[in-house]
C-alpha cells in the first residue's frame, strides 16, 4: 500500500465529500494500555480511543513475533480474513 493521494486543502476539517471517505477508509487508529503474554506471544490492547468507534472499550488481542532485522510482526483475525502489521524499528 503506497501513500494514499494528498487533499486539495491543507486543512483536514474542509476536505471535501469526494475525498473523505477514501482517506478514512483507508485508515484505522486506536490508542490505550496494552499487555504482553511472552509465552504465548500475545498482546492485548485495552482500547481507549479509536478511529472505528466501535472498539472504544474492547480488547483487541494480536499474535506477535519477530522477523528479520528486528521486525515486529502482529497478526489478527477476523471475520473478513488475517490481517498483518510489520514494524521496522528506524536505524539511530
Not at 36 to 41: G, P, S, V
Not at 54 to 79: C, D, K, M, P, Y
Request: negative net charge; proline residues 3%; glycine residues 8%.
Amino acid at each position: 500500500m503506497g501513500n494514499p493521494n494528498r487533499f486539495a486543502d491543507n486543512d483536514f476539517l474542509k476536505a471535501p465529500t469526494e475525498e473523505a471517505p477514501a482517506a478514512w477508509r483507508n485508515y484505522l487508529g486506536y490508542w490505550g494500555t496494552f499487555q504482553i503474554e511472552a509465552r504465548q506471544q500475545i498482546v492485548t490492547h485495552r482500547v481507549e480511543g479509536s478511529s472505528f468507534a466501535n472498539w472504544i472499550g474492547t480488547e483487541q488481542v494480536r499474535h506477535f513475533r519477530f522477523g528479520q532485522s528486528g521486525r515486529l510482526i502482529l497478526e489478527a483475525e477476523f471475520e473478513d480474513g488475517s490481517y498483518t502489521l510489520t514494524w521496522q524499528r528506524k536505524s539511530a
